[in-house]
Nanobody, 124 residues
């Protein structure tokens, strides 16, 4: 099993930046890819960004391209999401997810491991 713990959320103003962290523990050979999803009130959970663990291949949702950057630190078993130029529509609970495949999937049901989520609120 893999445990994921997110941190770094909070309340910021539009245009500011936030960095989220997701620390993975448990099996050291898994997961092979990690991703961030978000869910706003009354909306479905949506893909934000993903990265493969070994090759660091990344994938982004169109809505965050150029503003968000996903990265990982293998030594710390941690994935980061740097979010710049935040907008009120970025307000959501952000979830870290892990998958045992070697490609970044963009649908939630492909992911086996989930963190508890961290709230990001962007005020206008």
């Amino acid at each position: 099993q893999v445990q994921l713990v997110e941190s770094g959320g909070g309340l910021v103003q539009a245009g500011e930046s936030v960095r989220l962290s997701c620390a993975a523990s448990g099996r050291t050979d898994s997961p092979y890819s990690m991703a961030w999803f978000r869910q706003a009130p009354g909306k479905e959970r949506e893909f934000v960004a993903g990265i493969t663990w070994r090759e660091a291949k990344t994938r982004y949702a169109e809505s965050v391209k150029g503003r968000f950057t996903i990265s990982r630190d293998n030594a710390k078993n941690t994935v980061y999401l740097q979010m710049n130029s935040l907008k009120p529509e970025d307000t959501a609970v952000y979830f870290c997810a892990g998958d045992d495949t070697t490609v970044v999937q963009i649908v939630p049901y492909e992911y086996d491991y989930w963190g508890q989520g961290t709230q990001v609120t962007v005020s206008s």
